[in-house]
């Protein structure tokens, strides 16, 4: 599984015409903000959902007690220690659905724990991020964050 770890490398890349979305399913309010403040650093101009947990993000990619996301997110930013349905329970079933078994998934979060990703590798994730997510710590994961962003901005 490719991590997204730091490497001090500068990245020069082509930017994406079209506009992706994302959903970011995390239950810390500060962590959204991060999110959000690292996406408009980074003059970003995807459109960002948010869910609070994992049955939420479901609904929400359902349309079910919300509007659909349409089109379907591009990425989903995933946190695994959540309330009612964490992480590994919403990737399992995401991974179920034949609409939605192909997104790109990124885990978020604080769990360094061996078993989440393993887990998490054998459910299909495209990276795991480590928070927290520090803007004025330059040997962060933020940088982690910023190459999410500028490989998510990559021409296809």
């Known amino acids: 599984m490719p991590d997204l770890y730091s490497t001090g490398q500068k990245f020069k890349l082509k930017r994406m015409e079209k506009i992706a979305n994302i959903l970011l399913v995390e239950d810390d309010s500060l962590d959204i903000i991060n999110v959000e403040r690292t996406l408009k650093k980074n003059n970003s101009n995807h459109k960002l959902y948010v869910a609070r947990n994992g049955q939420e993000a479901l609904d929400q990619l359902r349309g079910i007690k919300s509007e659909k996301i349409s089109p ?20 399992a079933a995401l991974r179920k659905d034949p609409e939605f078994k192909n997104i790109s998934v990124f885990i978020m979060t604080t769990s360094n724990d061996e078993n989440d990703r393993k887990e998490t590798k054998a459910l299909g994730v495209s990276g795991y991020i480590l928070k927290p997510l520090n803007l004025t710590n330059r040997n962060s994961s933020i940088d982690n964050f910023n190459l999410f962003i500028d490989l998510l901005n990559l021409k296809k």
């Open 72 to 91: 379907i997110p591009s990425i989903i930013m995933l946190d695994i220690n959540m309330p009612k349905m964490n992480g590994i329970e919403f990737l």
